[in-house]
């Protein structure tokens, strides 16, 4: 992955950017509103941390059947990525609030979550909301040799079983997280000399990832261990909760980015793509159940992914009100605006779109 060959063109005749961005700053302007978080966004914070945190209260305080302690660790499993699409995204945008010790300190809710900030904001504000959907630079389509999320990815026979398996795999994402991808990700990043911001000191970064993990640990498998709990019912707690929030966040990301409206455009020889950065994520990216307000307040407005990835520095409370004149803007320069109706039609879409980049390249 050679980040720096990836060249944007920097010409944009139609002046599409520069004419959505002066819309979209006129309308907090007129509205007299700042573009960060505000108290709904704050009250909805505490309601994910409520469902996070809650349930692992009761079951450590109560005497409560095996079927009741599963269910909560499936509530603590939503409410873990309620907060992380809520609040920790938001955070480490630096959207959450005006204030960057507040964006810091919700930024941090990812330790409780199983990850870190620096691969964090590595591997999602650099690599992802720079390169989008350019396989060997994006990583969030690279899911190894198992699932191919691009025709661009080489084809395996197993491949063609993906649609089939692909979503069971999906709810494995933050396990993966808890065990080895931070360790992967901060050796990799490290060496590579990658940051978002200032590049932090090789020791002190292993050091908060290893005190991290370690205090993670202790709450999630010490701690149950030492209140009597047997080591087959933490590790199940620890499984049903891990593979709750996984398959959330990972279907969340798909429907935004691996389905048959958006493209997944590679450079030239040199390294240059075609369009500006701003144009590309209007190829690269989809809406979803932009209207369902359910979908908008649990997923962080991470259905209005258009609008995230054009404007991170916006709260996603505030998405649904710019994505009209995103959406005006972007067909007046007779651009795509991606985006399904409802969240259904975009998971069969989604899923269909496994289905043909299963198929054998010759033959789809």
Do not use: C
């Amino acid at each position: 992955m050679q980040t720096n060959t990836i060249r944007f063109s920097n010409i944009d005749k139609t002046k599409f950017f520069r004419t959505l961005s002066k819309k979209v700053n006129g309308y907090f302007k007129e509205n007299n509103i700042k573009k960060t978080g505000n108290i709904r966004l704050y009250i909805k914070a505490m309601v994910m941390f409520a469902l996070f945190i809650a349930p692992l209260v009761l079951i450590f305080t109560l005497d409560l059947s095996g079927w009741i302690q599963a269910l909560l660790m499936v509530i603590i499993g939503i409410g873990m990525a309620g907060v992380g699409m809520n609040v920790m995204h938001d955070a480490n945008h630096g959207s959450f609030s005006s204030k960057k010790w507040v964006n810091k300190l919700m930024g941090s809710s990812i330790y409780i979550l199983a990850g870190n900030d620096y691969n964090w904001k590595v591997q999602h504000n650099v690599l992802h909301h720079t390169y989008t959907n350019i396989v060997g630079h994006d990583e969030d389509i690279d899911a190894g040799r198992i699932i191919r999320f691009s025709k661009h990815s080489k084809w395996l026979k197993m491949h063609k079983y993906q649609k089939y398996y692909s979503f069971f795999l999906y709810g494995l994402l933050t396990v993966n997280w808890a065990i080895t991808t931070d360790f992967k990700q901060t050796y990799k990043y490290l060496k590579r000399k990658l940051s978002y911001g200032d590049f932090p000191n090789p020791a002190t970064q292993w050091t908060k990832l290893i005190i991290g993990k370690i205090l993670y640990y202790s709450v999630w498998i010490v701690l149950p261990l030492v209140l009597g709990y047997a080591w087959w019912q933490v590790l199940a707690g620890f499984m049903i909760m891990h593979y709750t929030a996984g398959i959330i966040l990972s279907v969340v990301f798909q429907l935004a980015h691996v389905m048959p409206n958006t493209e997944m455009p590679v450079p030239d020889k040199s390294g240059n793509m075609k369009n500006t950065w701003a144009i590309h994520q209007l190829y690269t990216t989809s809406n979803f159940a932009p209207k369902n307000w359910l979908v908008e307040f649990y997923t962080g407005g991470l259905n209005h992914q258009v609008e995230h990835h054009l404007f991170t520095e916006i709260s996603h409370i505030h998405y649904r009100k710019i994505a009209k004149i995103v959406k005006e803007t972007a067909l007046e320069f007779k651009l795509p605006y991606n985006e399904y109706k409802t969240m259904w039609k975009a998971i069969k879409e989604h899923y269909n779109q496994l289905k043909i980049l299963g198929q054998k390249p010759a033959l789809a």
